[in-house]
């Protein structure tokens, strides 16, 4: 079973919110060197939504030059205005990214003749391939398999989804909806835990965050997809439902796991950008089982 594992890479940041690029490039080459297949720069898990347009075109495009053809370079180029999200996606493709990935907008109460119209308008405008950004749970709305069908039909540049929904059956009815009509289109679960199972199902793999904790692992996952290996597979599974913690112990996730980046001594600093708040003494002891756990032990 063929797969991919891209990482949706955490943003090391001074203490003035500034990027530190340093640091930024140093993580990039541990996540490839460890045999993940690609990065995706600007993403949630990277705190896009809480940067100027001027300074995430300065990141995206800081990546891809260092990143270079190492591997896959997905440029998150969702923003809240239309133009900017056409602009700085077209920007990024003529640099070298190898695809964009565009959020809907969020906040606003879409249905879902807004969302087809949005990407519909968005696809036409992009000059290269873009995948869909399905994340429920921020932007307030879902994208359904048969909207998504619809956007494939009218657009050959939707190359594939990264569907951030904890419920397997959702990534499922896309892969079931689109691969039969589009075999290449590329379906990615935006959990680890259903990295696995959704590639079994019929799904290309996986763009999730604890690939910028253990890279190790995923790509282990992926290799292990590959030659098949069941009973490596069920214990990769088992592993990954551990680290799942990373996600749950606190809202958001992304200070837990620049914490944990810090403490085993890896290139990545724990300042956050408002209103994300880097992790206080006191709560860093509530969550110390955890740690030693999946971190200090390892």
């Known amino acids: 079973m063929k797969a991919k594992y891209i990482c949706p890479i955490l943003t090391s940041m001074n203490e003035d919110g500034s990027v ?25 898990a990277g705190e896009f939504y809480a940067f100027t347009y001027d300074e995430i075109r300065t990141f995206i495009l800081d990546a891809v030059k260092y ?27 003529q640099v070298g990214a190898d695809a ?29 391939p873009v995948y869909l950004y399905n994340y429920s749970d921020r932007t307030g709305y879902d994208v359904s398999a048969e909207t998504l069908l619809k956007l494939r039909e009218a657009h050959d540049n939707l190359v594939g989804v990264k569907d951030t929904n904890p419920v397997l059956r959702h990534t499922q009815r896309y892969i079931q909806f ?8 590329q379906v990615y679960t935006g959990y680890d835990n259903n990295c696995i199972p959704s590639v079994i199902s019929g799904g290309d793999g996986c763009i999730g965050a604890i690939s910028n904790i253990r890279p190790d692992i995923c790509a282990d996952i992926i290799r292990s997809l590959a030659s098949e290996n069941i009973s490596e597979l069920t214990r990769l599974q ?25 403490e085993m001594g890896l290139p990545v600093q724990e300042y956050c950008r408002v209103p994300i708040k880097p992790l206080t003494d006191k709560q860093k002891e509530a969550l110390s089982s955890m740690a030693n756990e999946l971190w200090r032990k390892a």
């Open 238 to 262: 088992r592993s990954i439902d551990k680290y799942f913690a990373l996600y749950e112990v606190h809202t958001p996730f992304n200070p837990v796991m620049k914490w944990a980046l810090k």
């Open 178 to 185: 689109l691969k039969p009509r589009f075999p290449d289109f």
């Open 67 to 93: 990143i270079g053809n190492r591997g896959v370079v997905i440029a998150g180029t969702g923003r809240m205005a239309k133009s900017e999200t056409i602009s700085l996606s077209n920007e990024a493709l």
């Open 20 to 44: 530190n690029y340093e640091e930024m490039h140093a993580f990039y080459d541990r996540v490839l060197q460890a045999g993940i297949d690609g990065i995706l720069v600007g993403g949630s």
């Open 100 to 128: 964009v990935i565009v959020v809907g907008p969020y906040y606003s109460a879409c249905n879902e003749d807004d969302v087809y119209a949005y990407y519909d308008e968005i696809l036409q405008a992009v000059k290269g």
